[in-house]
Structures are given as C-alpha cells and as structure tokens.
C-alpha cells in the first residue's frame, strides 16, 4: 500500500483486544514493565476458553490497567469505551487462532475474527484522532514450496478456516483504512511460543505430555515447517510498529527460525530432559504419528527483512534461548498449569464477572 503517513505516534491510552490471552498478555507484561511506559492500558477480552486473567493477575490493582470484560461484536459498548477512555491507539489481538477448532467449528472463527474485526473497525469510525494496529498471521499466504519466504506482498492464499477468516480481516482494515481514511496498520506474524501458551497449541501440548507421560502426537510424517518466534520478540515488534510503522503499510515479523514439526519437538525433549533431569530417551519413546490434519499447510516462512531494515526491529531470541526460558517458565508455574488443565480458572473467571456488564 501507499504510505500515507511517516510521523511517529506516542501511544498513551491503549485499548488492546483479547488482552488476556497468549500474545495479548505478552505485549501487555511488556509495556506495563517498561519504566518508560507512563500510559494506561485498557483490556477488552471476552473471557473465552483460551483467556485467562491469571497471565495478568500481577497488575489487577494497577491504576494504568483495567480489566473489561466484553465483546469485539459489541459495537456501541466499544464505541463508549473509546471514549471514555480516550484511547489514542487500539492494538487488535482477539481472535480465534487454533486451525485444529476452525476445522471442526468454522462459523465461530467467521463471527469473532471476520464480524468482530468489522464491528471494531466501525466503532473506531467516528475517532479520527485513533490509530488501529491489526495483528495477523503468516497463514494467510498459504502454503510454500521448499524454497522461498512471504514477503509483504506475497499474495494471499488462505487453505484453512482459520487462515481464511484472518485473511478477510486483513481485507477489511484495509478497506475500512482507504474508504474512511483510518489510521491503520497490519502485521503478520510467524508461528509465537512462549510462556503462558494455552496447551492446544504444539509445543506447551507436547511438553505437558511429556511431563505427564502421554503420547507425543506428530500429524503426518511430521517434516511440515514454520517458522518460530518467541512471544516477548512479537510484542517488541508491535510495539515498534505503533511508534514506528507507517500508517496504511503492512510488516511481517518473523523468527529466523525455520525448521520442521518434528525437529522442533527433538529440540524441545533435548531442553526438557535437560531442565528435568530426564532421559531423551524416556521422552523419545512417547512419540507417536498419528494421521494429518486436513489442508495441513506444508511450508510457512517469513521474510522479516522489511522491519528489520526499516524499523530497526529484530529478534533478540534464538530458538534455544526461547525454548529454554519456555520449559523453565512452564516448569516453575504448577499452579497456572493445574488451573489451565483442570479448567478452574474458568470457575473463577464465572464467579468474578458473571453479573458484570460488558463496560
């Protein structure tokens, strides 16, 4: 797209969407522990399954942060809080993410992530002065041969219901951004691991079921490929991209870190049965292939060189470095995981917010 604006912005009064969840929490931690950060941060989360408050439970009494619960898809009760709060920039994480759920349900992944984006975008309409920061995926361009990356204009070719609904995000924010004149940008981001990752996802999965001696399910011959970005790197680049970006251009945030499903848990089990005190071996033997999923994508790889040169952004953490502060963080928080697994914060979440309206 044409770049239509070069100044840099100062975010002070954040509203960020689906705040309590894994890149949401993350890019929250991040700004909230920086000295200086002096703004106030507001999180619109809907409390789903894959939210959790507990990830940002250190700041509930925070007067820069405050907890709403409510949804994307209500148009006029985000309008009240962009005004309210006199938000200056809303960063758009909520989503439904995992590809697995848009197989089987894929009218969820339309409403939250196509419907959802548009009833934001039009809620930010009538505030001029607001910048719009939608947060996306590499999934969005398909599937790669053996060779080559995504670029920023690499075209879209969305294979799953998950991917395709993020795709038609991406379409409106820009559309919205070129029919109404909206201060926006898009980011689209390699697979994230990290703390605090709901255990549906690949790698806080395999590493629960090693912990509990349950099988290590690799889809298909297990050579699929992605690339791997540690979460603190993510929100780093968001940020950048806020201050920093262009309004009206798109940057791909990588992790230079390419290697295949099944290399990837090899590494993972060298990492865990050295935080533990296991053998490989022990952990080795759990590894069990289990049939592809439908449309699994073959090759996704990001080509970061944009932000890198024109940011000045870059990942600070290797795969190993990552992988290593991953175990040990999952390793010295039992009670996060105890909760996650039995579904009791879910409890909590009820009994705190049940007779509360959405703002």
Not at 21 to 39: E, H, K, T, Y
Not at 141 to 156: Q, V
Not at 263 to 289: C, N, P, W
Request: glycine share 8%; aromatic share 10%.
């Amino acid at each position: 797209m044409t770049a239509s604006s070069s100044a840099l912005r100062h975010p002070e009064r954040l509203l960020v969407t689906g705040g309590c969840g894994f890149i949401g929490s993350a890019f929250i931690q991040q700004r909230l522990a920086d000295p200086g950060f002096a703004g106030r941060i507001v999180n619109l989360d809907a409390l789903t399954y894959a939210g959790n408050p507990a990830n940002l439970s250190q700041y509930a009494e925070d007067p820069r942060y405050r907890l709403v619960v409510g949804n994307i898809e209500d148009q006029s009760g985000v309008h009240k809080l962009l005004v309210d709060e006199r938000i200056d920039t809303l960063v758009h994480f909520a989503a439904e993410s995992h590809v697995d759920r848009s197989i089987l349900g894929p009218l969820d992944f339309v409403r939250t992530n196509v419907l959802g984006t548009a009833t934001l975008l039009e809620a930010v309409r009538s505030q001029p002065q607001l910048h719009f920061h939608h947060v996306s995926t590499d999934e969005v361009f398909g599937s790669l041969a053996s060779t080559g990356a995504f670029r920023e204009d690499t075209p879209y070719d969305p294979r799953s219901p998950y991917s395709a609904s993020k795709a038609a995000s991406d379409h409106l924010v820009r559309a919205w951004a070129h029919t109404y004149g909206l201060s926006v940008t898009v980011s689209n981001c390699s697979n994230n691991y990290g703390p605090r990752q709901f255990p549906e996802k690949l790698l806080p999965l395999m590493l629960l079921n090693m912990l509990s001696g349950k099988p290590l399910p690799v889809y298909g011959d297990g050579l699929n490929i992605r690339d791997w970005l540690y979460v603190d790197d993510h929100a780093e680049a968001i940020w950048r991209v806020l201050t920093h970006g262009v309004a009206g251009e798109t940057y791909n945030i990588g992790g230079r870190a390419e290697l295949t499903n099944l290399e990837l848990l090899r590494r993972l089990i060298a990492v865990t049965a050295e935080q533990t005190g296991r053998s490989k071996s022990e952990f080795e033997a759990l590894m069990t292939f289990v049939p592809d999923r439908a449309g699994h994508d073959r090759r996704y790889a990001i080509d970061c060189g944009r932000i890198e040169r024109e940011l000045g952004w870059a990942p600070r953490f290797t795969l190993e470095s990552g992988l290593a502060l991953t175990v040990a963080w999952y390793l010295s928080h039992p009670e996060w995981v105890a909760g996650v697994l039995s579904g009791s914060y879910r409890d909590w979440v009820k009994l705190q917010y049940s007779d509360k309206s959405p703002t």
